[in-house]
């Protein structure tokens, strides 16, 4: 089940990063309004402005990595998968 979650939101990332790609300049475009529009704002540009620059492949590699830890967290090896379930459904009634 692990495996199948991860690899499920691998694939997910991929096809995004595809579609990027295919829409690369008009998304540039768009990156760029608004991180203008964020520097000019006068709460927000300071907080943007702190924020550090992580590059591609780390940010695939942390944003994979906290996934994956949520993962384990939530389906431990060996736990039953009715624990699971129950588990899962009791955090999602309580948001």
Do not use: C, K, N
């Not at 994979?64 to 090896?77: K, M, N, Q, S, W």
């Amino acid at each position: 089940m692990l495996s199948a979650a991860a690899a499920s939101v691998v694939i997910g990332y991929a096809a995004t990063e595809e579609v990027q790609r295919e829409r690369a300049g008009e998304l540039d475009a768009q990156r760029r309004g608004a991180e203008e529009a964020l520097l000019a704002d006068a709460h927000l540009g300071e907080a943007h402005r702190a924020l550090p620059t992580i590059a591609p492949d780390e940010y695939v590699r942390l944003w994979l990595g906290a996934a994956i830890r949520g993962f384990v967290e939530a389906a431990p090896p060996g736990r039953p998968l009715d624990e699971i379930r129950a588990a899962l459904r009791a955090a999602g009634e309580g948001q």
